[in-house]
């Protein structure tokens, strides 16, 4: 007598073990919040690390910029990948369809094909890039010291 398991049919592509409604959210909502600090992370917290430290490393200015411009492209690059791999994650889990690869922009006449809606993690992407500048804007404005020529005293 051969034995055989009861499977309880899904969707094409949906994924196993999130098939009740609140876990699915719940876990929808913790990547979601993973792809915005991650965001963060990759525009403000990474190149301020590397800053601050070889800025602790070295007291010569060329070092702690030489190291941080080598170090911190690297970083962000496999934080970059890091993302992605959880943005492909939380587009499995909410079940939404990855967006086709389509042409740039510049390719296309105008007014040909749709515009397709934007991801989470672009959406996130964005907003940290606005944050990091804001930021950037203010640390240079407000707070940075007055004999480097970014203090309140040099603008």
Do not use: D, K
């Amino acid at each position: 007598m051969a034995h055989t398991t009861l499977s309880v049919p899904t969707r094409p592509g949906s994924t196993p073990g999130f098939r009740t409604g609140i876990a699915r959210r719940a876990a929808e909502l913790g990547l979601m919040a993973a792809l915005a600090l991650g965001s963060l992370l990759l525009w403000i917290g990474i190149p301020g690390a590397w800053l601050w430290l070889w800025s602790q490393a070295s007291s010569q200015y060329l070092v702690v910029l030489g190291a941080a411009l080598v170090g911190c492209p690297l970083t962000l690059a496999a934080w970059g990948w890091c993302l992605h791999r959880i943005n492909r994650v939380y587009l499995r889990v909410s079940e939404t369809p990855e967006a086709p690869r389509t042409r740039p922009g510049w390719t296309r006449a105008m007014g040909v094909g749709r515009e397709r809606a934007r991801s989470v993690l672009e959406t996130w992407m964005t907003i940290s890039v606005v944050l990091a500048i804001v930021a950037f804007v203010a640390w240079c404005l407000f707070f940075g010291a007055p004999g480097n020529g970014a203090g309140p005293g040099a603008w």
